[in-house]
């Protein structure tokens, strides 16, 4: 159980254009969802919290209209990245929290590796 | 401000040999801990958690943790480490509004 999927698993695409990414809770609902960004060998930096049928949370220094984060139903939240640059490029991760688990009890899905040429 | 901090970036071990992972939290209310397994070009998954109760917990794969609130530690064990472990691991404390905040990693090496 807890199983979280993303999609795609690898995106290229040119700059300038917009790329979504998809996150699915695949066997739980999750009115809670996490969305991280990845550099090569550093840790996770959170992005941004969404919650279901509400707008995200963004932390500092992350640039909500660049970062489009939507989370339509409690088992999908997209994170479109915008106007595409290549310093956009990265490893994103998201994860979900179970609606009636403890807290802080987060499934990660496995990645998207986003590479802006 | 919560933080973790995991003072080796990279470890190599023995194959069959023990591993023991540091990690040093600051927060400032009783915390929730996590360790997570990243292998390459993969999401995160969750070793073993810590809630309450018993300071010493039982993950997946052979791992376990010692909470040592004095010490405001967390480390990750294993008494014999397999080939199949060689990965990098993630200490994270649960913050505030859900968040959780992770370490910077230990990238762990095993060789035969």
Redesign the interface.
């Known amino acids: 159980g807890a199983v979280?999927s993303?999609h795609p698993s690898r995106v290229i695409c040119k700059s300038g254009t917009s790329v979504k990414i998809e996150c699915r809770s695949l066997d739980f609902q999750a009115t809670?969802m996490?969305w991280y960004r990845q550099f090569p060998k550093?840790?996770?930096m959170?992005m941004a919290?969404s919650n279901e049928g509400s707008k995200a949370?963004y932390e500092q220094g992350v640039e909500k209209d660049k970062f489009l984060i939507n989370h339509a139903s409690l088992t999908l939240s997209t994170l479109t990245v915008t106007s595409a640059h290549p310093e956009d490029s990265s490893?994103y991760?998201c994860?979900a929290?179970v609606s009636t688990g403890?807290?802080?009890?987060?499934?990660?899905?496995?990645?998207t590796?986003l590479t802006v040429t | 401000a919560q933080s973790v901090t995991q003072p080796d970036i990279h470890i190599t071990v023995s194959e069959g040999a023990s591993l023991e992972l540091r990690c040093n939290y600051s927060y400032g209310a009783t915390p929730y801990l996590f360790w997570y397994v990243q292998s390459p070009g993969q999401g995160l998954q969750l070793l073993l958690k810590y809630f309450s109760g018993d300071t010493l917990v039982q993950g997946i794969k052979g791992f376990e943790a010692e909470f040592k609130r004095s010490q405001s530690s967390f480390n990750l064990r294993k008494p014999s480490v397999h080939w199949s472990d060689a990965a990098e691991y993630f200490c994270a404390v649960g913050a505030s509004y859900q968040k959780v905040t992770f370490g910077t990693g230990t990238k762990l090496q095993v060789i035969p």
């Open positions: 979280v993303q809670t996490f550093k840790s996770l959170l919290t949370t490893f991760i994860s929290r403890l807290p802080y009890e987060q499934y990660f899905g496995p990645g590796r």
